[in-house]
């Protein structure tokens, strides 16, 4: 079975902050999302990579940076946090070229900030 | 751009009763997939079914089948014989070009409740 384990389920941090959002997959998927979810807006997808060293803008960017130097890892970063990125943030990693395939998501980061 | 509505914010279904999730969506890729997902309230995001543009015939899984009319742009899910454990969000998704590295675009979702 295919494992993305994301680093908290939970976290609470200040505005202003730099927020690290850490999410690891063990089957060796070239493709790695970041989505948030926020009620009745279902996801939004902020960062995906299709390769170490490479990074998408999704329809949300703004506010987030991210990071893939390992193929396993990806990163997403709050570069100074604020009450509008409340959120519940999930991480989903995906095989490259078989187009049937699903993504697979982790269990999600419930993040505040205060 | 790809675009998924689902037009029910929530919906409701008696034990044992089957239910139809609506999904329409918009794309102008000849070729795309789309995708089923469900979110218990722990969170987890469980993939459901997924039926591409050119399958002949609509897919199923177990309990889970999808009725799809490509003319209509719908890809609605049918859950039969519901029980409790079936309440949840549920995600309606696609993949645009039906390419491995497009990322899925998701509808807002609908609730489903299932009573007892």
């Known amino acids: 079975d295919v494992k993305v384990t994301q680093s908290s389920r939970y976290l609470v941090k200040r505005t202003g902050e730099k927020v690290f959002l850490e999410c690891v997959q063990d089957?060796?998927?070239?493709?790695m999302f970041w989505y948030r979810q926020d009620p009745g807006l279902g996801l939004r997808l902020i960062y995906f990579?299709?390769?170490?060293?490479?990074?998408e803008k999704g329809d949300i960017p703004e506010g987030y940076s991210v990071s893939r130097e390992k193929k396993e890892r990806f990163s997403l970063i709050l570069e100074s946090a604020s009450t509008n990125q409340t959120s519940m943030y999930l991480c989903?990693?995906?095989?490259?070229?078989?187009?049937?395939?699903?993504?697979?998501f982790g269990d999600g980061t419930r993040l505040s900030i205060l | 751009a790809q675009k998924i509505t689902q037009t029910q914010p929530g919906m409701f279904v008696q034990e044992k009763e089957a239910v139809t999730l609506d999904c329409t969506y918009d794309?102008?890729?000849?070729?795309?997939?789309l995708f089923w997902y469900k979110q218990p309230s722990s969170g987890e995001m469980i993939f459901l079914i997924y039926q591409g543009s050119y399958d002949q015939q609509n897919a199923t899984e177990g309990r889970y089948s999808l009725n799809f009319q490509k003319a209509r742009k719908s890809a609605n899910l049918v859950i039969s014989a519901s029980q409790l454990g079936d309440s949840a969000m549920y995600f309606c998704?696609?993949?645009?070009?039906?390419?491995?590295?497009?990322?899925?675009?998701f509808g807002k979702g609908t609730r489903l409740s299932v009573i007892a």
């Open positions: 089957m060796d998927h070239e493709n």
């Open positions: 794309t102008s890729d000849p070729s795309y997939g």
């Open positions: 989903a990693s995906r095989t490259g070229g078989e187009s049937n395939q699903p993504q697979h």
């Open positions: 998704a696609m993949r645009g070009r039906n390419s491995g590295n497009t990322p899925l675009v």
């Open positions: 990579s299709y390769d170490v060293k490479m990074k």
